[in-house]
């Protein structure tokens, strides 16, 4: 399965319209695993041709989050912890794969993990991460269209 996830307008990671966002594009890869493939620009250093660590983290911290959405449950999750090994420098302009995979989920929580990998596919930095169900009334103020959540064509 490779169906596209949805993006947001406005999302540091996947909208559309950030300004400074990184635009990211999400596939279901299989049941409860998402990829993204991305070159994370120049801009996003924090040495010279280095992608910040902070970069690192969000992508992880995104691509694991989105990978209940590979199961084809209609509930939204946020980051309660998030813990990251750093095992090799994360190099700018360079194709990346990035990779989330749940890896439990019972009720209001849920558990998964990313990974960065390098071309040659190497793991670059990983990540675990514990997820809990947003509240019901942040969730009821919620406007998918307003937000601009859809799938793009890229």
Same mark, same amino acid.
């Given at each position: 399965?490779?169906?596209?996830?949805?993006? $947001?307008?406005?999302?540091?990671?996947?909208?559309?319209? $950030?300004?400074?966002? #990184?635009?990211?594009?999400?596939?279901?890869?299989? /049941?409860?695993?998402?990829?993204?493939?991305?070159?994370?620009?120049?801009?996003?250093?924090?040495? /010279?041709?280095?992608?910040?660590?902070?970069?690192?983290?969000?992508?992880?911290?995104?691509?694991?989050?989105?990978?209940?959405?590979?199961?084809?449950? %209609?509930?939204?999750?946020?980051? #309660?912890? #998030?813990?990251?090994?750093?095992?090799?420098?994360?190099?700018?302009?360079?194709? =990346?794969?990035?990779?989330?995979?749940?890896?439990?989920?019972?009720?209001?929580?849920?558990?998964?993990?990313?990974?960065?990998?390098?071309?040659?596919?190497?793991?670059?930095?990983?990540?675990?991460?514990?997820?809990?169900?947003? /509240?019901?009334? =942040?969730?009821? %103020?919620?406007?998918?269209?307003? #937000?601009?959540?859809?799938?793009?064509?890229?």
């Amino acid at each position: 399965m490779t169906d596209k996830q949805p993006n $947001s307008y406005h999302c540091f990671i996947c909208g559309r319209k $950030s300004p400074v966002g #990184l635009k990211m594009s999400f596939f279901n890869t299989g /049941p409860g695993e998402v990829t993204a493939e991305y070159t994370v620009p120049e801009i996003y250093q924090g040495y /010279p041709g280095v992608v910040h660590g902070g970069i690192v983290a969000a992508m992880l911290d995104e691509t694991a989050g989105r990978s209940i959405m590979a199961t084809g449950e %209609e509930r939204f999750f946020m980051t #309660l912890k #998030l813990e990251i090994k750093y095992r090799k420098m994360v190099p700018t302009e360079t194709p =990346l794969k990035i990779v989330g995979r749940l890896t439990s989920s019972r009720g209001r929580r849920a558990t998964a993990e990313g990974q960065v990998l390098l071309p040659d596919g190497t793991v670059a930095a990983e990540a675990e991460v514990l997820l809990i169900l947003i /509240p019901a009334e =942040l969730m009821a %103020e919620a406007d998918p269209e307003a #937000l601009g959540w859809r799938v793009y064509d890229d």
